[in-house]
């Protein structure tokens, strides 16, 4: 298992429509609150939006209480237009630390995940492995997500984790320094998949004991002139530290002038 430190600056940018980026979820299709707090009997609760704007026709969703810290509602993720604005909200109690997994594997199998959140917990790994099919995503260079807020500005954890028809997988895992902006991605960092023939992928976030409350607007893919054009707009620095794992044997990480 090897680190990598990345130093991200990017500010001051947008994906428009004439820009040739591709958005997997916009979180406008609700999938019902999902409330956990001192009041409920279960420690997790699983959720599923359909639709044909979502990657693969549905988001899987799992939200997980791993401490709880014995308010009514320790933790919240819900999605939708009203009141959120088409956004992902994420929220927890201080002191409680919770944790949400998605998984984007087409229409087969409901209520699953697949992520080291999940596999810590000893919960349910029914992911399709086949279930996109074979995506082809190698025009692009980079996975994106917008954090739009984050009110109690505190650290959280994230992760990516990216199945390809041929049996190879491969995780990234990051933090975000309560920072809010565009989060970017670089495919060299899943070593080991083939981008032609994604067939699923699943993505979660995890606190750290601190209060939670973030919303994400959208994730997908863009290109790198895409990428290009958006440096010289500004500058933030958004402090990602990470590594990568790939699950099936060895590889080397491509070379990289901030490693």
Known sequence: MKKLVIATALLGFAF?????????????????????????????????????????????IRLHI?????????????????????????????????WVEMVYDGTTNAHDTKGPYSTTEG???NIDKD????????????FFFNITSNDAANNFDYYF?????????????????????????GFENFAGVDFTKISAISWGFIGDGDAIDIRIDSWGVVPEPSIMAMFGTGLLMFGAMGYRRKEKGESLLKPNALQ
């Open 16 to 60: 428009h429509a004439n820009a040739t980026s591709v958005i997997f979820d916009d979180f406008n299709i609700d999938h019902g609150p999902l409330s956990l707090g001192k009041y409920d009997m279960q420690t997790t609760k699983d959720a599923a939006a359909q639709d044909g704007s979502i990657l693969g026709g549905e988001r899987d």
């Open 131 to 142: 279930g996109l099919g074979a995506t082809d995503l190698s025009t692009f260079t980079d």
């Open 161 to 185: 984790s990216l199945y390809d028809t041929m049996g190879g997988s491969a995780i990234f895992t990051g933090s975000n320094m309560g920072s809010v902006g565009q989060v970017l991605l």
């Open 66 to 98: 791993v401490t709880s810290s014995g308010v009514s509602s320790d933790a919240l993720a819900e999605a939708g237009a009203n009141p959120m604005a088409s956004q992902l909200s994420w929220s927890n109690a201080s002191g409680a630390v919770s």
């Open 123 to 125: 919960l349910a790994d």
